[in-house]
């Protein structure tokens, strides 16, 4: 079965120190992999996706920028962290293909900047 | 921007049917209806899409209106563990085949 590993969980990091964090899939070749971010009582916002590897879509022009340097490998990163950046920070993968496949989330990483 | 539109917030009785309600008016042919929810502080799980039939599984039913415009996410019997934000997506068939979240409904499952 597929499996999609998320960390960390949380992180605590100060304003304008760097930023990296990794997900994996298991279980699957060639998904599709997604960023997204959620600021504290809000929606869901997609940063990154990504159809194969060193393949990187920005929805958003921001501080952040995305990495997929292995087929089941994606990472998010900063330079210099902003208070801005703080929220919750989910990974997705699906499956290539058709329109009707759906999204697995990761567990997220809880990024405060402080 | 998101292409749906849901009720901020709803209530529901604990063991009564929860419908939420999604208008998405500008639906294009290819493009299906997904539910997800979010439990506090974890990452969304799916629940349910479809296309124009009607779809049923262990956890939901989808109603989608005949001229897709809008759809309906029926949870037949609302426990408390169902009070989460509830997100309607019409899921762009497109390069990346990107999931746009919008705000979402919060469903408080009352006992």
């Known amino acids: 079965s597929q499996t999609i590993h998320q960390w960390p969980a949380t992180l605590v990091q100060p304003v304008g120190s760097p930023l990296s964090l990794e997900c994996t899939v298991e279980g699957t070749s060639n998904p599709n992999l997604y960023w997204y971010r959620q600021a504290a009582g809000r929606g869901l916002q997609l940063l990154f996706y990504?159809?194969?590897?060193?393949?990187i879509s920005s929805e958003v022009p921001q501080n952040l920028s995305a990495s997929r340097p292995q087929d089941r490998q994606f990472i998010l990163s900063s330079k210099k962290l902003l208070l801005s950046d703080s929220g919750f920070y989910l990974c997705a993968w699906s499956e290539t293909g058709t329109g009707g496949t759906e999204a697995f989330f990761g567990q997220g990483t809880r990024l405060t900047v402080v | 921007d998101a292409k749906t539109t849901q009720p901020t917030s709803m209530d529901c009785a604990e063991g009564r049917a929860a419908n939420l309600p999604c208008n998405h008016s500008?639906?294009?042919?290819?493009?299906?209806v997904y539910w997800y929810r979010q439990i506090h502080s974890q990452g969304p799980q799916y629940i349910i899409h479809?296309?124009?039939n009607n779809e049923t599984n262990e956890m939901a039913s989808l109603i989608i209106t005949e001229d897709r415009k809008s759809s309906t996410l029926i949870l037949p019997h609302a426990t408390l563990r169902d009070t989460a934000v509830y997100y309607c997506i019409v899921r762009v068939v497109s390069y990346g085949q990107n999931f746009v979240f919008g705000p979402g409904t919060r469903l408080s499952v009352l006992p």
């Open positions: 500008t639906i294009s042919g290819n493009e299906y």
């Open positions: 990504s159809v194969g590897i060193g393949q």
């Open positions: 479809g296309l124009k």
